[in-house]
């Protein structure tokens, strides 16, 4: 049962991390920080082309950590973080669906990072593996 358990963190923390740094990947190179902190402008979030570039890089970085199981609860809280901003300045007043720009995708992924940061990286991990 252990083994089973330790699976699913695994498969939990790699989905959610690909997602992640995707997320983060796109923002530095596909569209760019500066169209990104011009997205941030019109949502009325503050300072930006700071914001756009601190975001992006929690996305990627702490995405490629719940990929490794590296630093995992703080990777966890950082990205629950980040959700919680894109709800409170992008999402909250569109309703749940994706579909109207709405929340539903920033409170899975949010609320699973969360999960992850609390249960912990499980045994196959780098942080196991240190003896975290």
């Not at 490794?68 to 007043?93: C, E, N, R, S």
């Amino acid at each position: 049962m252990e083994t089973l358990r330790d699976a699913a963190i695994l498969l939990a923390r790699v989905g959610l991390g690909v997602v992640f740094a995707a997320h983060g990947w796109q923002k530095f190179f596909t569209l760019g920080l500066s169209r990104v902190a011009e997205q941030f402008s019109s949502y009325g979030i503050p300072q930006p082309a700071v914001t756009a570039a601190i975001v992006a890089g929690v996305e990627l970085v702490a995405g490629a950590a719940l990929i490794a199981g590296l630093l995992t609860p703080l990777a966890g809280i950082l990205l629950g973080v980040d959700m919680a901003g894109a709800f409170y300045f992008v999402h909250a007043t569109n309703g749940p669906f994706i579909t109207q720009n709405g929340w539903e995708l920033v409170v899975a992924l949010g609320v699973g990072a969360l999960l992850v940061a609390a249960v912990g990286a499980g045994r196959f991990s780098i942080d196991r593996v240190l003896g975290g």
